[in-house]
């Protein structure tokens, strides 16, 4: 079946604009996650959702930063006056459920480049 | 201090050689604990989930010590398709909301 999906793979854009990064998560699957991959790191938590909530935050860098999942499907990751730092892998994530298996299903990725 | 710390090599070994990674965290609350791999520019895939027992899945041993935040993987008769980087993986939440990744450790297998 299909797996996570993410669009565009890439994006460069200038300090200052506004950036929207899209994930479609595998069908069914109610958990959604958002990680930010830098060169030589691992991915870093941003957020978490359980159907159209966010239900964990706590990782998003600044208020730049900002996501929704309005019909607890697609979710879109948005940055606000983008940085040079921003620059990194920006990884999606779903799973079926959220207790006990930690097999997360991870999308390729969109390469984001901040010039 | 990092909340998982790995060696990120690279390791280079020949094709057959026993290769180990090792990993430590720093909660001792942490709940769950995961092997991910991750190849060149992809993203990254389930390995193998930890326990404490210690688990093996066919060439792959991982091992799991609570007292000293301690977690290893073991990879015997390394195959040339095993090159990748390796990610330790702790689930400090519980139930796998926000797991946090080490920054992975780089494997080449030689021919």
């Known amino acids: 079946g299909a797996g996570v999906s993410q669009t565009p793979s890439n994006k460069v854009t200038e300090k200052g604009k506004y950036v929207e990064l899209r994930c479609d998560p595998i069908?069914?699957?109610?958990?959604l996650y958002w990680y930010r991959q830098s060169l030589g790191q691992g991915p870093e938590f941003l957020i978490y959702f359980q159907g159209t909530g966010a239900a964990d935050d706590s990782g998003l860098p600044n208020d730049r930063f900002f996501a929704v999942r309005p019909e607890g499907s697609v979710s879109t990751l948005k940055i606000q006056r983008t940085e040079r730092g921003d620059s990194a892998v920006y990884l999606c994530a779903s799973s079926p459920r959220t207790s006990g298996v930690g097999e997360q299903f991870f999308g390729p990725g969109t390469r984001l480049t901040v010039l | 201090r990092k909340e998982v710390e790995q060696d990120p090599g690279p390791f280079n070994v020949p094709e057959g050689a026993t290769v180990a990674f090792n990993c430590t965290y720093s909660?001792?609350?942490?709940?769950?604990f995961f092997w991910y791999r991750q190849d060149c520019r992809k993203e990254p895939k389930l390995l193998m989930s930890v326990y404490s027992s210690g688990n093996e899945d066919g060439r792959f041993t991982a091992q799991l010590n609570r007292a000293s935040q301690y977690i290893s993987l073991l990879i015997r008769d390394s195959k040339l398709s095993d090159s990748a980087t390796y990610l330790c993986v702790v689930d400090y939440s519980g139930s796998a909301r926000q797991l946090t990744f080490g920054s992975g450790t780089q494997l080449t297998v030689l021919p």
């Open positions: 909660n001792s609350a942490s709940q769950s």
């Open positions: 069908s069914g699957h109610t958990a």
